[in-house]
């Protein structure tokens, strides 16, 4: 019988360090203390921020966001397409006004058959899945000023299963590839 896997997630983005806040916010450090892989959807603005993250978990992607410092765009990609454990993610910070954001990744990851669409920009949590394609945004988890402060976690799983997410803040997606993912959006 083959063993069942659980891939864990941790999603931040717009973390605007030290523009915004000194530090990632320990909440977030302890949760991603549990995750297999940290996705940072950009606005990192400085290199400090991804330490702080490799301090509680090693392994870490990440793309520059329109805000960044010249060191975070020379080391970051503005996009990225990559699989974890079977489940093909696009990554890519956003730009324009928010209103059209979603429009954009649609377009702008067309071709690259994603099953979730990783992204940030506009500071405002999202998770739905439009399509076949989950799009999810953790928010901000260092713009307290605008009262969405969040992370997300993202698991991947190969039974097709909810595991405890509430309902209202879950996107549940078969990918037709035998994989349930789970997203939840976390405030702090």
Not at 121 to 145: C, Q, R, V
């Amino acid at each position: 019988m083959k063993e069942s896997f659980w891939v864990r997630i941790g999603v931040i983005s717009d973390t605007h360090i030290p523009d915004k806040c000194e530090h990632i916010p320990e909440a977030v450090l302890n949760a991603f203390k549990h995750v297999d892989i940290v996705i940072h959807a950009g606005d990192i603005v400085s290199l400090e921020a991804i330490e702080e993250l490799r301090s509680v978990c090693p392994r870490i992607v990440a793309v520059a966001g329109n805000m960044d410092c010249s060191d975070v765009v020379k080391k970051y990609p503005v996009k990225q397409v990559f699989d974890i454990s079977g489940v093909k993610i696009g990554l890519m910070h956003g730009s324009g006004a928010p209103v059209n954001l979603v429009e954009l990744l649609k377009s702008t990851f067309k071709i690259d058959n994603c099953d979730i669409i990783i992204f940030g920009h506009s500071h405002k949590p999202m998770n739905e899945k439009i399509g076949k394609i989950l799009f999810f945004n953790p928010g901000s988890a260092t713009d307290f000023l605008s009262g969405d402060v969040s992370y997300g976690i993202i698991e991947i799983n190969d039974r097709l299963e909810d595991r405890a997410c509430p309902p209202a803040r879950q996107g549940l997606a078969s990918n037709g590839k035998s994989h349930g993912i789970n997203a939840n959006i976390i405030k702090i």
